[in-house]
């Protein structure tokens, strides 16, 4: 019993230090969704969320293992403490800004949200 104990304290702390995102196209990082969608991804779990960042143009599409996926979304604290960014462009394909998305992204001072987002989530522009 001691040992399986171990077994899953040791397999919690692996999965507990892994990166918040599945792969990377680009400057950005990135979640499925599902077989055809994905999520702009939160990208690191040190204080300096996509360090030197200062602009992004998140696209409609990326394509991953030769798979192409709409972007539909910008996940939850996708850009939090991304301290250098200034300007964000969101394309027509994305439809939601999740929880905490831009929070604490101090010096964004310019970001175009289109028609197409029907969901913001609570502090997603939290102390910009």
Do not use: H
């Not at 969320?49 to 293992?65: D, H, K, S």
Request: charged share 10%; net charge negative.
């Amino acid at each position: 019993m001691k040992k399986a104990i171990m077994l899953l304290l040791a397999a919690l702390c692996t999965a507990a230090t892994t990166l918040a995102y599945g792969f990377q196209s680009g400057d950005l990082y990135y979640n499925t969704t599902s077989d055809t969608t994905v999520e702009v991804a939160y990208q690191s779990k040190s204080s300096d969320n996509y360090q030197g960042l200062t602009t992004a143009t998140i696209p409609e599409t990326v394509t991953y293992n030769g798979i192409t996926y709409s972007v539909t979304s910008i996940g939850k604290s996708a850009f939090m403490r991304c301290y250098s960014l200034t300007s964000v462009t969101i394309p027509n394909s994305v439809t939601s800004i999740e929880y905490e998305a831009f929070e604490l992204c101090s010096y964004l001072t310019s970001v175009t949200i289109p028609n197409s987002v029907t969901s913001i989530g609570d502090y997603a522009f939290n102390n910009c």
